[in-house]
């Protein structure tokens, strides 16, 4: 019983916290494939 609360907080926390490092993955993989495709396009 007192277990669960804990459980809980800690999915929560990890489910947000790999929410916000997919979206830095996300806006780095952005600016790597900008940067790519204007190479290749000045190449």
Known sequence: ???QPFGNRAARNSRSLNSVVDGIDL???GMM???VVNESIEN
Do not use: F, G, I
Request: charged fraction near 20%; avoid cysteine; charge should be positive.
């Open 27 to 29: 806006s780095v993989w």
């Open 33 to 35: 494939r900008h940067l």
């Open 1 to 3: 019983m007192y277990k």
